[in-house]
C-alpha cells in the first residue's frame, strides 16, 4: 500500500522559510516521479514542483521558480520542498503525490493528507 505523510507545514510570517518533508512507502522511491501541490481556499488544486525518478530532474511554477526547492533522499524514502521568501499567497494545503512514472509528466497516483502552511503579512 502506497503511504505519503507530509510534516513541516505552520505559521510563518511573509519574508519567512519552512521546509516540507513527505515521508514515502509501498513503492520502489527512486523509480517514481514525487510532486508537490497546494490549494488554497476557494481555488483548484495547483503543481507547485516536481522531482523525477532515476535522473532527480525538477520542475517548478512560475510562482515559486527561484524561492522553492524541490530535492529527494532516497536513501531516506522523502521528498522535500524547501521554501524560502514566503509570501501571503502561498498560503495553502500542500500536498506530496507519487506519479505514475519517474518523469514530471506522467499523472499523480496517490496522495499524501497534507499539510498546512500558512503565511502572514
Known amino acids: 500500500e502506497v503511504q505519503l505523510v507530509e510534516s513541516g507545514g505552520g505559521l510563518v510570517q511573509a519574508g519567512g522559510s519552512l521546509r516540507l518533508s513527505c515521508a514515502a512507502s509501498g513503492f520502489t522511491f527512486e523509480d517514481f516521479a514525487l510532486g508537490w501541490f497546494r490549494q488554497a481556499p476557494g481555488k483548484a488544486r495547483e503543481g507547485v514542483s516536481c522531482?523525477?525518478?532515476?535522473?532527480?530532474?525538477?520542475e517548478y511554477a512560475d510562482s515559486v521558480r527561484g524561492r522553492f526547492t524541490v530535492s529527494r533522499d532516497n536513501a531516506k524514502n522523502t521528498v522535500y520542498l524547501q521554501m524560502n521568501a514566503l509570501k501571503p499567497e502561498d498560503t495553502a494545503v500542500y500536498y506530496c503525490a507519487v506519479l505514475l512514472g519517474h518523469r514530471c509528466v506522467d499523472e499523480a497516483d496517490s496522495w499524501g493528507q497534507g499539510t498546512q502552511v500558512t503565511v502572514s503579512s
Open positions: 522531482i523525477s525518478g532515476r535522473n532527480g530532474g525538477t
